[in-house]
């Protein structure tokens, strides 16, 4: 195969071609990128879901309040005039007050101990291109 005028192996052509499934996307697509987990007890694990959101939205972690109590936690994206209004929910029969910490990074709202999707989309471009560099494929 010739890539830009230099004729490539077969590992460094699926290292090219690796990079550029992982990088495109990213170049391409504009809107933000968060964690999802239902609106749920707080004290229930969730396993998190990556989500895409729409032009206008921003990424959020919610906590529902009933009194002084914070008992319901979620996370995903929301309209960002929704930021500074919180709301109140419904959940199993019961009223609660809805709160809201919005964010506008890509994952911003993932717990400190989740793994990073950036670091994975990091590490492998890095990890393909010290393979290229150092002449093992």
Do not use: H, W
């Amino acid at each position: 195969m010739v890539f830009c005028g230099i004729r490539l192996p077969l590992c460094r052509r699926l290292a090219v071609l690796l990079c550029a499934c992982m990088l495109l996307p990213g170049l391409l697509c504009k809107n933000l990128r968060c964690i999802f987990c239902p609106l749920q007890a707080a004290d229930k694990t969730c396993k998190p879901m990556y989500s895409e959101c729409l032009p206008q939205e921003v990424c959020y972690k919610a906590t529902g309040r009933y009194g002084s109590y914070g008992v319901l936690a979620g996370r995903g994206c929301v309209a960002e005039k929704q930021c500074s209004t919180g709301s109140r929910v419904f959940y199993m029969g019961v009223s609660y007050n809805l709160s809201y910490s919005c964010c506008s990074m890509d994952f911003c709202n993932s717990s400190p101990a989740a793994t990073s999707p950036i670091r994975l989309l990091t590490v492998l471009p890095v990890t393909t291109a010290f393979l290229l560099a150092s002449g093992t494929c």
